[in-house]
Structures are given as C-alpha cells and as structure tokens.
C-alpha cells in the first residue's frame, strides 16, 4: 500500500483520484495505526467478516470516472499512462446491467442480520449467539465458521467478554480453513496467533517503531483497543527438531512450595487459548494465558512492587514467564497476556499443562495490595 500511495498522492492532493481503502483486519485501530504511521489521508473502511470474499491480500481495483472497473490487477509501472492520464467514454446503457447486484450482496446468507447488530454493542451477545447458530446448524459452511470466529472474538475485546471466547475464535477459524485451505485471509488470522514456525513474516513488529516516530512527529498515535500478544509480536522460525530432556532449559519455579496465597476472591480471571499452525497437522502449538480484572470488584494490577505478572506453567519444557510492571502508572486494569509455544509428546494428542500465576493486584480505590497465586490448568489438544 505505501508504494501505491506515493504513487497516487499527488493525484489525490489535485482532486483528480479519490482512494479508498477495505481492510480485513480483526482491529481496526491497528490498520489506522499503520496509516497514521505511513501517512496515508484516505478513508479505510474496516471488513473484518470479509464480506467482499477476498481470499488473499493486497486487492488493487481501478473504477473510472463513469464507475466502471477498468482493472482488479492493475499495474504500478504503467498505472500513470494506463488509467491516471487516460479519459474512458461514457459507456451505453447496454454496457450497464444494475440488476446483477455485483455488489448488492443480496444473498442474505453472505451478510446476515447479525453483521449489522455488532454496530451495537448490547446487541455484541446476540450477534454471536445467531452466527454461531449459523455456523452449527451448517458444518460445511466456511464463511459462517469464519464469521463466528470473527464475532467471538470481538467479544472477547469489549466488556461482555466471556472467559472461552478467544478459544472459541480460534477453533471457529481452524474449522473455516479446514473446509477451505485456499482461504489466505483466514489463514493468516489462525497464523497471527499461532507458533512461530507457521508464521510467513512478522505480524505486528513494526507497531513499537510507528508509535514511537508517530510520538517524535508531535502526534498521539492511534489507542489499540487489545494489545498485542507475544505471539503477535513473534518472529518467525523454522521448525526445530524436538528438543530431548538433556537440552532442556533448567528454570527456577517461583513458588514451588505453594505457599502464596491463592485469589480465592476471584480478582484476576485467567482465560487461556490454544492455536495450532495453520495446516491443523502440526505438533506445535501457541499457548495463550490471558489475566483479566473482575471489573465489578474494581480489581486492578499494582505495578509498584515488582513483576506484574508472573507464569510457570509445567511443559515438557516448563516456561516461566513474567510482565514488568508499568512505569507511567502506578495501578491499571488492562488484560494482560503471556504466550509460549509447546509441542504435543511424540504419539500423542493431547497433553496437560498445570501452572499458575502469581500477580499483585489491588481490589477498590482503598483496597489492600496483595500478591496472589492462581492455579490453572491448560488442555493442548491436537484439532
């Protein structure tokens, strides 16, 4: 897209070139933090349940000033002389048939009600329950998996979050590429969260960069509403063979007696997530453990008194993990995510990871700060 801005933006500035961008993204805020960043001064619309079917990205389609698309692959090199500088006639009434609703999308089953009620946020519950309906009551349907994948986890960013949603998101997605495999658009959603060995290129790497150059320009860069996971962040890899017992790195347990406290209250929910690679054959997995405030006990991170967050979970490898606290506040109420990669044991499907966490949090404006354990158990089961 950069390189197609700069070759259009001074058609643009004259008036003569209007762009408009579709991005598919499951945030849009993301996408408009790219374009903050890069400087792009034309309107992106957001299409997270791909209503225009694109199977892969980046889409180019040239419209003439009689609205005739003149070309869905057009050419960068000769775009100037092909279609900038060049005036199209008028087209005859018979050249334009308006009854084929090429883009009417009048087949309700590719936009349902339930699209249009995700605009409204208390509706955001039975927005998902009907596309997930949808996608039960037709298990060969790709696009209705896909879109409840879409709608789950859009509640998992608002406040109706449900503690399986993220999961739910995912396996809704792997089924949709399972029934489609040329579907680059949904693959590249399972890709985003999944292990490193599956990723084609960085997802997310550049966002540190564009905030900071956005910030040194005098500017406030775009809020992201869902942070970036570190899977998100991952470079990637090639796979590696499975690591035997000898190469294991030893780590040191931070409560191996168990003898912090545990959050009988309920401060902090934990919500975990699994997404295999893409090809649903793998044996590495990316492990999402997402910490949650209970928002009506007015649970909050204390970030004064050392790691945020801490994680052991056992693995083949055990991982230890931990958040550093924030240095612009000292209390919030984020989610705060971890993500680690494990590979499922030689012959087998399934494999069961106990961990815990350890957090400081505080419950209420006076409440006492407390450092916390939190038990949980992880179920890393091939698809």
């Not at 389609?61 to 050419?75: C, F, K, L, Q, Y």
């Not at 900071?212 to 590696?240: C, S, Y």
Request: aromatic share 10%; charged share 25%.
């Amino acid at each position: 897209m950069p390189v197609w801005y700069e070759l259009a933006h001074e058609w643009i500035e004259a008036g003569e070139l209007v762009m408009l961008g579709i991005t598919q993204e499951q945030h849009p805020e993301r996408c408009l933090l790219f374009a903050q960043w890069q400087g792009f001064a034309f309107p992106i619309l957001w299409d997270p349940f791909n209503l225009t079917g694109s199977k892969a990205v980046p889409n180019f389609i040239a419209i003439d000033e009689h609205g005739i698309v003149r070309s869905t692959r057009p050419n960068a090199q000769s775009f100037v002389t092909d279609f900038l500088e060049r005036e199209f006639d008028a087209p005859g009434r018979e050249e334009v048939d308006l009854a084929t609703g090429a883009c009417s999308f009048q087949d309700l089953h590719n936009r349902p009600d339930a699209v249009s009620a995700l605009a409204q946020k208390q509706r955001l519950a039975d927005a998902v329950e009907e596309l997930e309906e949808r996608a039960y009551q037709e298990p060969e349907n790709a696009v209705a998996a896909f879109r409840a994948g879409v709608a789950r986890r859009m509640r998992y960013d608002s406040e109706l979050a449900q503690p399986d949603d993220f999961q739910a998101a995912v396996d809704h997605w792997a089924r949709a590429l399972a029934i489609d495999p040329n579907q680059y658009i949904w693959r590249r959603r399972i890709q985003q969260y999944g292990p490193r060995m599956d990723k084609p290129y960085p997802f997310y790497t550049w966002v540190d960069t564009a905030r900071a150059e956005i910030a040194a320009r005098g500017e406030t860069p775009v809020e992201l509403v869902a942070e970036l996971t570190p899977a998100e962040l991952a470079e990637p890899a090639q796979p590696k063979r499975r690591p035997t017992e000898a190469a294991a790195v030893e780590l040191t347990e931070p409560d191996p007696a168990g003898k912090i406290v545990r959050d009988e209250a309920g401060l902090i929910g934990v919500e975990t997530a699994v997404a295999f690679d893409s090809s649903g054959a793998g044996e590495t997995a990316s492990v999402h453990v997402a910490l949650r405030p209970d928002a009506t006990r007015d649970a909050h991170w204390n970030h004064e008194a050392g790691p945020t967050v801490e994680l052991w979970v056992d693995a083949p490898s055990p991982q230890r993990l931990d958040v550093a606290p924030r240095a612009d506040v000292p209390t919030s109420e984020e989610l705060k995510t971890l993500s680690f990669e494990v590979t499922l044991p030689e012959g087998e499907d399934e494999l069961v990871l106990p961990g815990y966490a350890l957090y400081y949090v505080c419950e209420g404006a006076e409440g006492t700060c407390l450092y916390l354990r939190q038990d949980f158990e992880v179920v890393v089961a091939r698809p």
